[in-house]
């Protein structure tokens, strides 16, 4: 017991830390993927790519047999992707954020197995991976 009174500041900063590292984790929205686990989805069953990055990043260079619907607009164009609510369905954005905002999208639609790509497009692109232009 002398040891926990006695060191109380020391045990109070490695708790604190502790929680610190976590945080981040804590904090991601949605189920992720990485790069291995979408390649392995989109070669084993019927899986959407879903890119929700804008036209113009669109354009620039996607993955293959992606779809683009721009986050700003995916509330409204749900309907558009509605045959794949029981498939798989990997959302995609430049780095990971916008695409973990459209798991919560699809998941409140009904999706049911919906995934964001860990570190996006750029991740991909970093593994030299396949993209379309």
């Not at 558009?80 to 695409?99: D, L, Y």
Request: aromatic content about 6%; glycine content about 6%; proline content about 3%.
């Amino acid at each position: 017991m002398n040891f926990i009174t006695d060191n109380l500041l020391l045990i109070s900063i490695a708790v604190v830390s502790g929680f610190a590292l976590l945080l981040p984790n804590l904090q991601r929205r949605g189920a992720r993927v990485s790069q291995l686990q979408a390649t392995q989805y989109m070669n084993q069953a019927k899986t959407l790519v879903l890119d929700v990055r804008s036209a113009e990043e669109f354009a620039s260079g996607h993955l293959p047999g992606a779809k683009n619907i721009p986050l700003d607009q995916l509330s409204g164009r749900v309907s558009e992707i509605e045959k794949s609510k029981n498939n798989v369905v990997i959302t995609v954005c430049q780095s990971g954020v916008r695409s973990a905002n459209a798991v919560s999208v699809l998941n409140k639609a009904g999706f049911t197995q919906v995934f964001s790509l860990d570190g996006g497009v750029a991740e991909w692109k970093a593994q030299s991976l396949p993209t379309v232009k």
